[in-house]
C-alpha cells in the first residue's frame, strides 16, 4: 500500500532528514507519513477533509482539522516553527494564495509547493480551438464544480515570487505522470503540466 | 457496532488514610466507587480511564442490575470505538459525586451525619490525586489513555499536567482550559437556584428527608439548555404548540418547555441527583484553571505534558466552542506536542460528544487504534 507517487518522491529528494515538517492540505496523511519514516521528520498535516483526517489519523500522523482560508497558520504556529511547509496541489484551492504564501513562509524557513500549470499546451489548445476551459488529466473538473478557484501559470507564480521578494530555491516541471523531459526545461511553462518549487524569503528581507 | 449486555458490576475503593486537599481542607478517609470493563493484560499495559462529566458516574458502559445502559455506551464495549475486547476500561465516579463515591450524601466519618454542605469543595486536580489512588490500586503504572468528555476532558488535561509519566494518550472531548465569564454566570445562576428553594434548608435537605427538587430541576433545565444548540432546537420542537394552539395563560404551551420541564423533574426526582453535589460540581468547574499555576500561561501548563493528545470539538457546541479547544491545540503546538485535532461538524450542541456521528466515530476509533498499537509495540497485546 505504500506504493509514493512520483510527485512525493520528487518532494522527499528535497527534504533534509531529521527536520520539521508541516503538511498543509496533507490528505490521508500519506506523504508524512512517508517522510517520517524515510527521513525521520517531525511534525503536523492539516486537512479540513474529515474523511481524510480519519485515514491520516489511522496512519499514526499529527493531524489538525483545519480551513486554510481562515488563516489558521499564524494563530497556531509561531515563526520558524518548521524547516519545510509543504502544500502538494492546493494553492490553487485556497481564497487568498497571495496571503497564503505569506503565511507559510512565515511559519517555514522553506516551502515546497506543487501546483498544475494552467498554460500547459494543452490547456492552451483546448481553450484557443475549443473555446472551452481545459479538462484534463491533471484539471479533471468542469468549470463549474471546480475546486480550482485560482489557476496560475507558472510564469504568474514566479512573477507573484518576484513581486513579495521571494526567492525560488529549485524548481523541477512534470508531466501528469511527473516525468521530466529535456523539452519541458526548455518550454516549462508550455511543456510541463505540474511544477514543484522549493521557495524561501530572500536573505534580505529576513534580516529586515 | 455490537452491543453489549454485559453486566457492570460496581466496585468500592475504600482510601483508609487523608487526602489533602486543594482547598486546605482534608479528608479523613474516602470511598471511590468504579466500574470496570474488559481484561487487565498480564502487563498491565491496556488499562484506560474514563472520566465522566457533571453530572455523570461510574457507569459509563455496559448494563446496570436494572438494565440501564452507560452513559457512553455508544462508544464503549465490544467492538466499539473503546473495545473492551482490547482495553481494559475503568470510570470512577469523582469525589463529591453522588453515586457512591465519598460526597455530600454520604456519612462524614468525623461526625457521624450526612456531609451534606460540610463537604468540602473538592477541585479537579483532587479528583486527579484520588484517581490517582485508584490507579495504584488497580496495580497500574501508566494508562495506556484517559479520556473525558467537558468535565472529564479538563480531567483529562489535569491528569496529563500533574502526572504526566502515568498517561500515554490523553483524549480531550468538548473541553476547554477554563471557563469563561458566560460559563461560571450560568453556573451562578444554577446555584442560586438551588440554594434559594425553601427545601434546600442550608444543604441539610436529606436530615429533614426532603430535596429541594423545584431548584435543582431549575439548575438541570438551565444545564440541559446550554448543551443544546438553537439549530437543533429549532428543528426539534421549533415553535409547536403541545395543544396546538395559544391558551394565553402560563402553563406549559410550547414543546420545547415541556421537553426542558421533562428533563428538569426526571434528574430531580426520578435520577434523585443530590443538589449538594450539583453545587460542588459547578464550583470545581468555575475553579478549574491549570494555567493559572504557571502565569496564567496554558502552554508552560502543558509543557511538561508527555501524553500524545487527540483534542475534538464540535461546531455548534456554544458551551466549549471550538475556539476553546483550539486554545489546548495551540498550547500542545506551542510545546511541540504530538497533537490531533478534530471539529465535528454537528447540530447538536455540547451534548454532540455522547451522540453518534460519523466523523466523532470514526475518529475516535482510528486514535483508539492507534492506542492499540502503541500497546502492542510495548509487546502488551498477547
Wanted: glycine share 8%.
Amino acid at each position: 500500500m505504500n506504493v509514493i507517487s512520483p510527485e512525493f518522491k520528487l518532494i522527499s529528494d528535497w527534504i533534509t532528514p531529521n527536520s520539521r515538517v508541516l503538511d498543509l492540505g496533507c490528505g490521508d496523511g500519506k506523504l508524512l507519513k512517508h517522510l517520517i519514516d524515510t527521513h525521520q521528520v517531525t511534525g503536523y498535516g492539516m486537512e479540513i477533509d474529515p474523511q481524510k483526517n480519519i485515514q491520516a489519523i489511522k496512519k499514526g500522523i499529527n493531524v489538525i482539522q483545519s480551513d486554510l482560508n481562515r488563516h489558521d497558520l499564524c494563530h497556531y504556529f509561531d515563526e520558524d516553527s518548521f524547516d519545510f511547509v509543504i502544500m502538494t496541489q492546493a494553492l490553487q484551492v485556497v481564497s487568498r494564495p497571495d496571503e497564503l504564501l505569506d503565511e507559510l513562509l512565515n511559519v517555514g524557513k522553506q516551502c515546497i509547493i506543487t501546483f498544475p500549470n494552467f498554460a500547459h499546451w494543452r490547456n492552451r489548445a483546448q481553450l484557443m480551438f475549443l473555446g472551452k476551459m481545459p479538462e484534463t488529466d491533471t484539471l479533471p473538473y468542469h468549470w463549474y464544480d471546480t475546486p480550482n478557484i485560482h489557476m496560475c501559470t507558472f510564469k504568474d507564480f514566479e512573477n507573484l515570487c518576484e513581486q513579495k521578494g521571494i526567492e525560488v530555491v529549485a524548481r523541477t516541471v512534470v508531466n501528469s505522470d511527473h516525468r521530466s523531459s529535456f523539452g519541458m526545461s526548455l518550454l516549462p511553462n508550455l511543456l510541463g503540466e505540474v511544477a514543484l518549487y522549493k521557495i524561501q524569503r530572500k536573505i534580505a528581507d529576513k534580516s529586515e | 457496532m455490537t452491543t453489549t449486555n454485559e453486566v457492570a458490576k460496581p466496585q468500592v475503593l475504600q482510601v483508609e488514610e487523608p487526602l489533602a486537599l486543594i482547598s486546605g481542607a482534608e479528608l479523613p478517609r474516602y470511598d471511590l466507587v468504579y466500574e470496570t470493563y474488559g481484561e487487565l493484560n498480564a502487563d498491565a499495559s491496556n488499562a484506560i480511564l474514563i472520566c465522566h462529566a457533571l453530572s455523570g458516574d461510574h457507569h459509563v458502559a455496559g448494563v446496570d442490575e436494572n438494565g440501564k445502559p452507560g452513559w457512553w455506551d455508544g462508544y464503549i464495549g465490544p467492538g466499539k470505538p473503546v473495545d473492551t475486547n482490547r482495553f481494559f476500561v475503568v470510570c470512577s465516579n469523582n469525589l463529591g459525586g453522588c453515586r457512591g463515591s465519598s460526597g455530600p450524601n454520604t456519612v462524614n466519618p468525623v461526625s457521624g451525619r450526612i456531609y451534606g454542605p460540610d463537604f468540602p469543595i473538592v477541585t479537579c486536580k483532587d479528583w486527579v490525586n484520588s484517581q490517582n489512588k485508584l490507579r495504584e490500586h488497580l496495580g497500574i503504572d501508566t494508562w495506556a489513555a484517559l479520556i473525558g468528555g467537558s468535565m472529564g476532558g479538563m480531567q483529562v488535561l489535569q491528569w496529563a499536567i500533574d502526572f504526566p509519566d502515568k498517561l500515554r494518550h490523553a483524549l480531550v472531548i468538548a473541553a476547554a482550559p477554563k471557563l469563561s465569564a458566560q460559563n461560571i454566570a450560568f453556573n451562578e445562576v444554577a446555584r442560586q437556584a438551588i440554594m434559594s428553594d425553601p427545601d434546600f434548608h442550608k444543604g441539610r435537605f436529606i436530615e429533614r428527608d426532603t430535596t429541594p427538587k423545584q431548584g435543582l430541576a431549575l439548575a438541570r433545565m438551565l444545564g440541559h439548555l446550554t448543551y443544546l444548540s438553537d439549530d437543533m432546537m429549532g428543528s426539534k420542537f421549533g415553535r409547536e404548540l403541545r395543544e396546538g394552539k395559544l391558551q394565553y395563560n402560563y402553563g406549559v404551551e410550547f414543546q420545547v418547555e415541556s421537553y426542558l420541564r421533562y428533563q428538569g423533574e426526571k434528574f430531580a426526582t426520578r435520577q434523585n441527583f443530590d443538589a449538594n453535589t450539583y453545587l460542588l460540581m459547578t464550583k470545581a468547574l468555575d475553579y478549574f484553571d491549570p494555567a493559572a499555576d504557571y502565569e496564567h500561561d496554558l502552554s508552560k501548563a502543558l509543557a511538561a505534558a508527555t501524553a500524545k493528545f487527540l483534542v475534538v470539538s464540535f461546531t455548534s457546541d456554544w458551551r466549549f466552542s471550538p475556539e476553546r479547544s483550539h486554545e489546548i491545540v495551540k498550547a500542545l503546538l506551542d510545546n511541540d506536542t504530538d497533537v490531533s485535532y478534530a471539529e465535528v461538524e454537528s447540530q447538536h450542541g455540547h451534548d454532540a460528544f455522547l451522540l453518534p456521528n460519523e466523523h466523532y466515530e470514526g475518529v475516535f476509533r482510528s486514535y483508539m487504534q492507534r492506542v492499540w498499537k502503541d500497546i502492542e509495540a510495548l509487546g502488551g497485546a498477547a
